[in-house]
């Protein structure tokens, strides 16, 4: 059974920043791609980022380019998120969703499945 | 990096069919195969019920179908029940190797 379990969210200052990390197993990880989408509250998907199963393609939404930065460790069956200079409109709940796509192309697909996302909340 | 276009509500009465749009450009619906469908109750996360255009995972009910023509990509639900009651996401690979998800539709069952 594929288990995605997101960690790392809580209350954070604007300007500061913070680390998710998503832990899964029931899958062979490093096959497949993986992204975070984010849900600000009483709102829409957004999708964040994406990265490919051996990093070699990654993606940003423009809202979080040059501030966050995906990562993930094949070894430890991880994914991250890190977040720098932070912001209110930031303040969601972070999904973590596995994509079926592996070593084709597009490096990314759709979301196959989701684990039940961390919450951030930005503010003073 | 523009958001699909869907409609914000749609509805229905018991038995009946409804159909969800979703706009967007030849850079993302109309330029792939790699658009899908997504089911979200309250508190949940996101279930995935259509992928690349018309495909339904195993466990999907058949009443839930995908279609598209040019740009827009269409989600159709015959019969239908009081559990389809749900918010219905829209997503597309795009020319950017980004993803993109349309703006959220909410169904109402009557």
């Known amino acids: 059974e594929v288990q995605l379990v997101e960690s790392g969210g809580g209350l954070v200052q604007p300007g500061r920043s913070l680390r998710l990390s998503c832990a899964a197993s029931g899958f062979t990880f490093d096959d497949y791609a993986m992204h975070w989408v984010r849900q600000a509250p009483g709102k829409g998907l957004e999708w964040v980022s994406g990265i490919s199963w051996n990093s070699g393609s990654i993606g940003y939404a423009d809202s979080v380019k040059g501030r966050f930065t995906i990562s993930r460790d094949n070894a430890k069956n991880s994914l991250y998120l890190q977040m720098n200079s932070l912001r209110a409109e930031d303040t969601a709940l972070y999904y973590c969703?596995?994509?079926?796509?592996?070593?084709?192309?597009?490096?990314?697909?759709?979301?196959?499945?989701w684990g039940q996302g961390t919450l951030v909340t930005v503010s003073s | 990096q523009s958001a699909l276009t869907q409609p914000a509500s749609v509805s229905g009465s018991p038995g009946q069919s409804i159909t969800i749009s979703c706009t967007g450009t030849s850079s993302d619906v109309g330029g792939y195969n790699y658009v899908s469908w997504y089911q979200q109750h309250p508190g949940k996360a996101p279930k995935l019920m259509i992928y690349?255009?018309?495909n339904r995972p195993s466990g999907v009910s058949n009443r839930f179908s995908g279609s598209k023509s040019g740009n827009t990509a269409s989600l159709t639900i015959s019969g239908l029940q009081a559990e389809d009651e749900a918010d219905y996401y829209c997503s597309s690979y795009t020319s950017s190797s980004t993803n993109v998800f349309g703006t959220g539709t909410k169904v109402t069952v009557l």
């Open positions: 690349e255009v018309s």
């Open positions: 969703a596995k994509d079926p796509a592996n070593y084709g192309d597009p490096p990314f697909s759709y979301f196959d499945y």
